[in-house]
């Protein structure tokens, strides 16, 4: 895999030299937390492909549909302890040879595929409208079409008491099932809900918010065929993935998305040529930064000051225009506010600006 640059040479540092296998076990995996002393389950070059295994916390909705042997292992071998403190199996972490502060990694995701074909949505405690639906807590679960790329829902259940432990378990052929959405299909859209680098910290910061790092961003546009770019804050990056989702809305409003495990293949590409302050997403024809905060309205503005740093700094326009051009030309939305830390996605499209080579070749920033 080779892609050229603004000046039409090619780039060896996007060929793919090696692929790696990372399965999801008790041994690879971080459950909850980010940590810069996680002893790294794989090391891989700049370029390296790697297959891993991202299974999700909510297996233990349906697990006769959602868990299989590997799976079980890891919910049985990882202690509730250790699951803090968030609630994301996170596979990795991966160490990137030659990363540094200050560097981008460039995530290339190239394919999702779920690990089985059902997948869950909860309405939980900390969704949006808890309180309104009267401290109620409801499982659905999704039957997943792959030669459709559809979801339908099979069946629904009141969740038992208040879902508080991660890898929680139920077991609903002794529920009460109740059928949902009867003739509703929805779109199929596997994406991370979860990914990013550790931060520079020395204790665990918990997957749940969202951050500089990556982290909890619920962005249901990192599926594939994104690129997504993260600031590098500890030597080796230390890139972990999970919270594998197979749909979301935006705002993720009930708490959870289509909760499902994936085998993901992606590439890593170390990049020390540019810089940029918060994770940023590159689609097939948008730029999308991101903007995090408790108070949704700073992330709006902390969305608004990034997309201004890419529109000043990496497209060359003025402040003056780049605050004209967000205004008439970029899309804001609630990326989810069920996370703590809110998020605030904006979208340009690519396109409008003049051919300079950002726009011939879409993996140059500058």
Known sequence: MLMTSATGEKRSDTEARALHLLKATPETIHWGYFHPEVKPALRVNSGDLVMAEAITHHAGDAPELMMDPAIHRIYAEVPEADRNPGV???????????????????????????????????????????????????VTIYALNPNTNTATAEYA???PGTYLTPGTITHCPECDRMPALEGITVPARPHLGTAGVAPAVNERVSTIP???????????????????????????GLFSIGDPHVSQGDGEISGT?????????????????????????????????????????QAMKNASLDMLTLLTEHQRLSRDDAYSLMSVAADFGVTQVVDGTRGIHVRIDRGIFPSRGVVKDPRRLE
């Not at 460039?106 to 997948?119: A, C, D, K, S, T």
């Not at 951050?211 to 993260?230: E, F, K, P, S």
């Not at 499902?260 to 918060?278: E, M």
């Open 210 to 236: 969202p951050g500089l790092h990556g982290g909890n961003i619920d962005n249901w546009r990192i599926g594939a065929g994104a690129t997504m770019y993260y600031p590098v804050q500890v030597k080796g």
């Open 88 to 138: 994301h199996i996170m596979t990795g972490p991966i160490y990137v040879e030659g990363a540094e502060p200050g560097d981008m990694l460039e995530v290339r995701y190239l394919r999702m595929v779920p690990r089985n074909n059902h997948g869950s949505n909860l309405a939980a405690n900390w969704g949006h409208l808890y309180e309104e639906f009267g401290k109620k807590e409801r």
């Open 157 to 159: 259940y009141d969740f």
């Open 257 to 297: 998305a289509i909760e499902a495990s994936l085998d993901v293949l992606f590439q890593i590409v170390l990049r020390k040529d540019f810089s940029f302050p918060s994770p940023l997403l590159e689609t097939a024809d948008t730029w999308i930064v991101h903007g995090f905060h408790e108070d949704l309205n």
